[in-house]
């Protein structure tokens, strides 16, 4: 699962979504400006959705595969991957975000539960291949030759989410929960806060706004990622 000296026992595991990425330049999903306003989910983010307007569903992936290359990793992407390095224990980080903020700032031991915009997935062979630039309907398969079969390799609303058998073991045993940038409205991650109580581990939460799971946390940070996850982090190496 994880990396780590190992030297103090702690399992920690990191959560994080949209929120941790706003300060970025990337849109979160929910709220006022969020990427659901402009579409309806259905619309966009479900398997139905795709074999009905597979050049809408496209559309939307390739804008926002294309908006990667204009934005960089902030420091609370920078402060989660200093902490994998340093922390004495055991460490995984789990995002559901499908950017690759996190790897670009460093961070290794890294799950991506919703799949990632820069990958892609082929129907036809089910070979899964790194992607760059647009995808579009008539995308030729890397491994079939096959064309019009690779669809973008995100997991949408109705599929099960990635790497879930390795994120229920380290919650399992995890002694310290955090929870960074997520409105906790999708489940399974939703849920994953109410599994490290069960276990006994600590549990925060740092987000802009309280999260709908908000009453599990042992504590609440607000504020922007940005700013408190850094602060999170050093105290934590202090
Ligand atoms: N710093 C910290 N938190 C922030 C910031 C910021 N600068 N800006 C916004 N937030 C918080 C918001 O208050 C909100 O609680 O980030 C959260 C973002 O919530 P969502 O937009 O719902 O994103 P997320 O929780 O990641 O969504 C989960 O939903 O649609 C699906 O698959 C998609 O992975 C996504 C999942």
């Not at 009905?52 to 992407?77: C, I, K, Q, S, T």
Request: charged content about 20%.
């Amino acid at each position: 699962m994880v990396a780590g000296r190992q030297q103090n026992g702690e399992v920690l595991l990191v959560l994080t979504g949209a929120g941790i990425s706003a300060d970025s330049g990337v849109a979160t999903f929910r709220g006022p400006d969020g990427l659901w306003e402009g579409h309806r989910v259905e619309d966009v983010a479900t398997p139905e959705a795709f074999a009905r307007d597979p050049a809408l569903v496209h559309a939307f992936y390739d804008a926002r595969r294309a908006r990667l290359g204009a934005v960089e990793p902030n420091a609370a992407h920078h402060a989660l991957a200093r902490l994998e390095r340093d922390w004495p224990g055991e460490f995984l980080l789990v995002t559901q975000n499908v950017d690759d903020l996190h790897e670009r700032a460093g961070s290794r031991h890294l799950i991506h539960m919703h799949g990632e915009l820069k990958s892609g997935w082929c129907r036809a062979c089910d070979a899964r291949m790194p992607w760059d630039g647009p995808m579009g309907t008539s995308a030729v398969c890397p491994a079939c030759r096959g064309a019009g079969q690779v669809r973008p390799d995100i997991v949408w609303f109705g599929e099960m989410p990635y790497a879930m058998d390795r994120i229920e073991e380290a919650l399992s045993r995890c002694t310290l929960f955090a929870s960074i940038g997520t409105s906790g409205a999708v489940y399974p991650a939703a849920g994953f806060v109410q599994t490290a109580r069960y276990v006994g581990a600590r549990t925060i939460e740092l987000n802009l706004d309280p999260s709908q799971g908000s009453i599990f946390f042992h504590q609440t940070r607000l504020g922007r990622a940005s700013k408190i996850v850094p602060a999170w982090v050093e105290e934590l190496l202090a």
